[in-house]
């Protein structure tokens, strides 16, 4: 037997199918995540997100103005009492401050990976600790860090801290992407 498509009715067909079996397949993957979370209720998202940020006033050094941008993604939980989580942020500059190669992010200026320990919400913001290993500005080993993210799509703002620069402040307004904060129903 031989099945061809050969009408623009029998392709409809296909393609609608495909697109039923799609949207099937999304709805199931959906309710099996709400399903699995839901499963252990002493297991609460706190704070969750990532995308594309850019640093407000970029390495503001004084030999003149570099963009920065950033790649973020984080997310803590509250598990009986315990807050866990990650956070990742790759700070990206251009390879020149004009010319050629000034719209190229490929320089790495900062890489942040740590594990979050502590949160504290305060209606759309969460402010996150833990502590990270960084390489390039602010290299260090187990490096506290405080992460403050304000709930939102592009233009949310969020703010990072490490203790290995201890007066600067990584002022971040979110360009793609999303910040969750959720309030957790019960605080042990």
Known sequence: ???????GSSRRRVTYLMMMVFMASVFC???FARSDSDSNPDSKVIARGGGTT??????GTAGGFTPVL???AFHAEKEGGAVTGGFECL????????GPGSGQFTVNAMYVTGQIT???LKGDTATLTGTADITGLGA??????????????PGATSLLKVDSLPTVVFNEILLQGAFEVRPVAHED
Do not use: D, H, W, Y
């Not at 037997?1 to 009408?7: K, V, W």
């Not at 860090?145 to 304000?150: C, E, I, L, M």
């Open 1 to 7: 037997m031989r099945c061809q498509l050969t009408s």
């Open 54 to 59: 850019i640093i407000e006033g970029g390495t």
């Open 29 to 31: 993957g959906v309710m």
């Open 91 to 98: 700070a990206l500059a251009p390879e020149a401050n004009a």
């Open 70 to 72: 950033t790649t973020i």
């Open 140 to 153: 260090g080993k187990n490096v506290s860090f405080t992460f403050v993210v304000r709930k939102g799509g």
């Open 118 to 120: 502590g949160a504290v």
